[in-house]
């Protein structure tokens, strides 16, 4: 069939643009505070969703229907805005909508929208009534493509003009209900029987000459996707359009637009092929204080050129300004091997490494706050947090007999009794990675005989990657494998390495003084209060991955991001958490000392956390720090698994910044990964908002 078009100039032609990026939509999706959007609702759920968000003064403005595989599905979207009353029905034949119709309009109600969709061998609506005057109107529908095309010229030539139009089928067959008001207004294009590609190229040439997509629909023709939309001559465009035909991949379109400053006006999901075959159509608003399009373009070449540089599958990005979450996107996929291929976007949750244990040190600074231990309690040992858990006194006094390096740096200090050493651990030493504890780095002195068997970090040793925590820790504590200490704990002048263990420990010790498994203690009593539900530890297996988890790629010769090695449940204090990069700058606004949003630490203990540590002033207690105090400080962590890549970042300039890749690769001229995904993403987007003063005054949070 010959597209058709009813217009008032010549006949445009679109090019849609399939963009966007990813995960699957929950069956229930409240976005800030101007508006909610409800998809996959049955008939009933609808109803009680719109009784509840129209007691909060929200306002139904879009509601569509489709059968998907024998299920009728509805979406919907409520406005927090003042209007006139309204009635809206769904799930209605064509005789009961025409029935409600005669009555609602003898009661001062006029019709406002209306959605058709098939439903086995007939079509059901869903429709909007609002009491209010306004111009003559006249509402048709079940009209075949001739037939609407004959209203369509008829109530033109009268002086009406369409405000709404909805295709939908009959047993395959096209079918339109629309909408026309007797009124003056901009020139308008109405086309219908659009092919995808035709569609495409007549929304790219509507927009280059001037025109806006108002209203667009999905239909089936015999087996085929067609398309009708309604554009209208407008000075400056602010909608956009987002099609796809995965349930995940509309998702991350959604979350990508809304992130970026758009909020959702019309969500159109059809199904053709008897409801086998599902496709979803939005259409979503530009808010006026949002990032251009010119600089959201500019920051997609700049992601886009990193990803094919490192050969990344994907990267998400999360800017807070003033501790307002300002923008979030997703770029690239989160899982290239499915098909279709599923799209980042800022939701999803990545591996974060090392980004770990800012948390764990926030978890615990707080714990401290209300216990009687602090930050200068013992660990070990007789009045320690953790005490003989893991070691009795014999032991410690057998440490003396255990091989001891000398200093990796030499010193003005006595070596102590390993024992004693022990025992002077605090939690403050551990949280700045200053034990004095081995985590065979071989960073002694040249010809010292011992030797680790090229194992380096205690965490990835190979013969223990079977024990549980419990087992490694007890199994360090024997000394057979890695030196006893003798480096006092915290000593100035004196390298202390960088410890996965450490914090490994400080994991135990939260568990310790709350009584709670780790990962429960911090999301019941750090996470959820303040309103971060999706965090998790992580799992090892691909299996294993959490819902909306990506999925890893590590370009390197014999690595795998899963298995082997990557333990994950078990790294939980010091690496073993996936979160969105939303989510992380939504903890870290709470605990950075800026003003706008109440902090959960005390000022004592953001400071203490993001002051620099007496035995290295570049690292603090869970973050990595400004030495320089002449400057304003700031904080940062990054993280680095097989197969991902993260940081999180408190600049000076009141912004923060979080971003997470799902691929690791080796070094381009001498240049990490980790490096690149700072000085090549996170700075030039930065940059470029700054530079340009496009800070958005909104809060995505």
Same mark, same amino acid.
């Not at 996107?329 to 990545?350: C, I, S």
């Not at 203690?521 to 297996?541: H, S």
């Not at 987007?685 to 340009?692: A, E, P, R």
């Given at each position: 069939?010959?597209?058709?078009?009813?217009?008032?100039?010549?006949?445009?032609?679109?090019?849609?643009?399939?963009?966007?990026?990813?995960?699957?939509?929950?069956?229930?999706?409240?976005?800030?505070?101007?508006?909610?959007?409800?998809?996959?609702?049955?008939?009933?759920?609808?109803?009680?969703?719109?009784?509840?968000?129209?007691?909060?003064?929200?306002?139904?403005?879009?509601?569509?229907?489709?059968?998907?595989?024998?299920?009728?599905?509805?979406? +919907?979207?409520?406005?927090?805005?003042?209007?006139?009353?309204?009635?809206?029905?769904?799930?209605?034949?064509?005789?009961?909508?025409?029935?409600?119709?005669?009555?609602?309009?003898?009661?001062?109600?006029? $019709?406002?929208?209306?959605?058709?969709?098939?439903?086995?061998?007939?079509?059901?609506?869903?429709?909007?009534?609002?009491?209010?005057?306004?111009?003559?109107?006249?509402?048709?529908?079940?009209?075949?493509?001739?037939?609407?095309?004959?209203?369509?010229?008829?109530?033109?030539?009268?002086?009406?003009?369409?405000? =709404?139009?909805?295709?939908?089928?009959?047993?395959?067959?096209?079918?339109?209900?629309?909408?026309?008001?007797?009124?003056?207004?901009?020139?308008?294009?109405?086309?219908?029987?659009?092919?995808?590609?035709?569609?495409?190229?007549?929304?790219?040439?509507?927009?280059?000459?001037?025109?806006?997509?108002?209203?667009?629909?999905?239909?089936?023709?015999?087996?085929?996707?067609?398309?009708?939309?309604?554009?209208?001559?407008?000075?400056? !465009?602010? =909608?956009?359009?987002?099609?796809?035909?995965?349930?995940?991949?509309?998702?991350? +379109?959604?979350?990508?637009?809304?992130?970026?400053?758009?909020?959702?006006?019309?969500?159109?999901?059809?199904?053709?092929?008897?409801?086998?075959?599902?496709?979803?159509?939005?259409?979503?608003?530009?808010?006026?204080?949002?990032?251009?399009?010119?600089?959201?373009?500019?920051?997609?070449?700049?992601?886009?050129?990193?990803?094919?540089?490192?050969?990344?599958?994907?990267?998400?990005?999360?800017?807070?300004?003033?501790?307002?979450?300002?923008?979030?996107?997703?770029?690239?996929?989160?899982?290239?091997?499915?098909?279709?291929?599923?799209?980042?976007?800022?939701?999803?949750?990545?591996?974060?490494?090392?980004?770990?244990?800012?948390?764990?040190?926030?978890?615990?600074?707080?714990?401290?706050?209300?216990?009687?231990? =602090?930050?200068?309690?013992?660990?070990?040992?007789? *009045?320690?947090?953790?005490?003989?858990?893991?070691?009795?006194?014999?032991?410690?006094?057998?440490?003396?007999?255990?091989?001891?390096?000398?200093?990796?740096?030499?010193?003005?200090?006595?070596?102590?009794?390993?024992?004693?050493?022990?025992?002077?651990?605090?939690?403050?030493?551990?949280?700045?990675?200053?034990?004095?504890?081995?985590?065979?780095?071989?960073?002694?002195?040249?010809?010292? !005989?011992?030797?680790?068997?090229? /194992?380096?970090?205690?965490?990835?040793?190979?013969?223990?990657?079977?024990?549980? /925590?419990?087992?490694?820790?007890?199994?360090?504590?024997?000394?057979?494998?890695?030196?006893?200490?003798?480096?006092?704990?915290?000593?100035?002048?004196?390298?202390?390495?960088?410890?996965?263990?450490?914090?490994?420990?400080?994991?135990?010790?939260?568990?310790?003084?709350?009584?709670?498994?780790?990962? *429960?203690?911090?999301?019941?009593?750090? $996470?959820?209060?303040?309103?971060?539900?999706?965090?998790?530890?992580?799992?090892?297996?691909?299996?294993?991955?959490?819902?909306?988890?990506?999925?890893?790629?590590?370009?390197?010769?014999?690595?795998?991001?899963?298995?082997?090695?990557?333990?994950?449940?078990?790294?939980?204090?010091?690496?073993?958490?996936?979160?969105?990069?939303?989510?992380?700058?939504?903890? $870290?606004?709470?605990?950075?000392?800026?003003?706008?949003?109440?902090?959960?630490?005390?000022?004592?203990?953001?400071?203490?956390?993001?002051?620099?540590?007496?035995?290295?002033?570049?690292?603090?207690?869970?973050?990595?720090?400004? !030495? &320089?105090?002449?400057?304003?400080?700031?904080?940062?962590?990054?993280?680095?698994?097989?197969?991902?890549?993260?940081?999180?970042?408190?600049?000076? &300039?009141?912004?923060?910044?979080?971003?997470?890749?799902?691929?690791?690769?080796?070094?381009?001229?001498?240049?990490?990964?980790?490096?690149?995904?700072?000085?090549?993403?996170?700075?030039?987007?930065?940059?470029?908002?700054?530079?340009?003063?496009?800070?958005? *005054?909104?809060?995505?949070?």
């Amino acid at each position: 069939m010959t597209p058709q078009s009813v217009h008032t100039n010549s006949f445009r032609i679109y090019t849609l643009w399939l963009c966007g990026l990813c995960i699957s939509l929950y069956a229930s999706t409240t976005l800030a505070e101007t508006f909610v959007y409800k998809p996959y609702l049955t008939a009933d759920s609808f109803y009680e969703h719109d009784k509840t968000w129209k007691e909060k003064s929200y306002r139904l403005i879009d509601v569509s229907g489709c059968r998907y595989k024998g299920q009728d599905e509805y979406f +919907a979207i409520w406005e927090k805005t003042e209007g006139a009353p309204y009635v809206v029905e769904v799930n209605m034949t064509s005789s009961e909508y025409q029935s409600k119709f005669n009555s609602l309009k003898a009661k001062g109600y006029r $019709l406002t929208h209306i959605s058709g969709f098939a439903a086995g061998a007939q079509a059901k609506y869903a429709a909007i009534w609002e009491k209010k005057n306004g111009p003559t109107y006249v509402a048709k529908h079940g009209m075949t493509g001739t037939i609407f095309q004959q209203q369509a010229n008829k109530w033109k030539r009268k002086g009406y003009r369409p405000i =709404h139009v909805s295709a939908y089928s009959i047993k395959r067959a096209p079918r339109f209900a629309a909408i026309w008001e007797k009124s003056s207004g901009p020139l308008y294009v109405l086309s219908h029987g659009m092919s995808n590609d035709k569609f495409y190229s007549m929304r790219f040439q509507m927009t280059q000459k001037g025109y806006e997509l108002k209203v667009a629909s999905g239909y089936e023709q015999f087996g085929t996707e067609r398309f009708a939309a309604l554009w209208e001559k407008t000075n400056e !465009p602010i =909608h956009e359009l987002s099609l796809r035909h995965s349930k995940r991949n509309f998702t991350s +379109a959604f979350w990508n637009r809304y992130y970026s400053g758009y909020s959702p006006r019309q969500i159109d999901a059809f199904s053709i092929n008897h409801g086998e075959k599902r496709t979803y159509l939005g259409i979503f608003r530009k808010r006026p204080e949002g990032v251009s399009k010119d600089i959201r373009l500019t920051m997609s070449t700049i992601v886009t050129t990193f990803l094919k540089k490192w050969d990344v599958a994907g990267v998400s990005v999360a800017i807070t300004k003033d501790e307002r979450l300002v923008f979030a996107q997703g770029y690239g996929f989160a899982d290239k091997d499915q098909d279709p291929q599923w799209e980042v976007n800022p939701n999803q949750l990545f591996r974060i490494a090392s980004v770990s244990k800012p948390i764990t040190a926030i978890a615990l600074i707080k714990l401290l706050e209300t216990n009687k231990r =602090h930050l200068d309690s013992k660990v070990f040992g007789e *009045t320690g947090i953790l005490g003989f858990d893991y070691f009795d006194k014999n032991a410690m006094r057998s440490w003396k007999d255990k091989p001891k390096p000398p200093p990796n740096k030499p010193g003005n200090f006595s070596r102590g009794d390993p024992g004693d050493l022990v025992a002077s651990i605090t939690v403050r030493h551990l949280l700045g990675h200053g034990s004095g504890l081995d985590d065979g780095y071989d960073e002694y002195e040249p010809g010292w !005989p011992y030797k680790l068997n090229g /194992q380096k970090d205690v965490m990835f040793k190979k013969t223990w990657l079977d024990f549980s /925590q419990a087992q490694l820790i007890t199994e360090y504590f024997k000394f057979d494998e890695y030196f006893a200490p003798v480096i006092p704990a915290g000593i100035a002048g004196v390298y202390h390495n960088y410890s996965n263990f450490g914090y490994l420990l400080l994991g135990r010790v939260i568990e310790k003084l709350s009584g709670k498994p780790y990962q *429960t203690y911090v999301k019941e009593n750090l $996470l959820t209060p303040i309103g971060i539900d999706n965090m998790f530890i992580g799992g090892e297996l691909k299996s294993d991955r959490h819902p909306n988890e990506v999925t890893y790629y590590a370009n390197e010769p014999n690595k795998s991001p899963y298995g082997g090695s990557m333990k994950v449940s078990r790294m939980d204090a010091h690496g073993g958490w996936v979160a969105s990069p939303i989510d992380l700058l939504k903890l $870290l606004v709470r605990a950075d000392g800026s003003p706008n949003k109440p902090d959960i630490l005390s000022k004592k203990s953001m400071k203490e956390m993001a002051s620099g540590v007496p035995w290295n002033p570049g690292r603090g207690l869970g973050w990595m720090v400004n !030495p &320089d105090k002449t400057k304003k400080n700031f904080w940062i962590h990054n993280g680095a698994f097989k197969g991902s890549r993260a940081w999180l970042r408190n600049r000076s &300039d009141d912004v923060n910044t979080a971003a997470v890749i799902n691929t690791s690769a080796p070094d381009i001229e001498g240049k990490s990964l980790t490096s690149a995904l700072r000085d090549e993403v996170l700075r030039p987007i930065v940059d470029l908002l700054s530079d340009n003063q496009a800070w958005p *005054t909104y809060d995505l949070f």
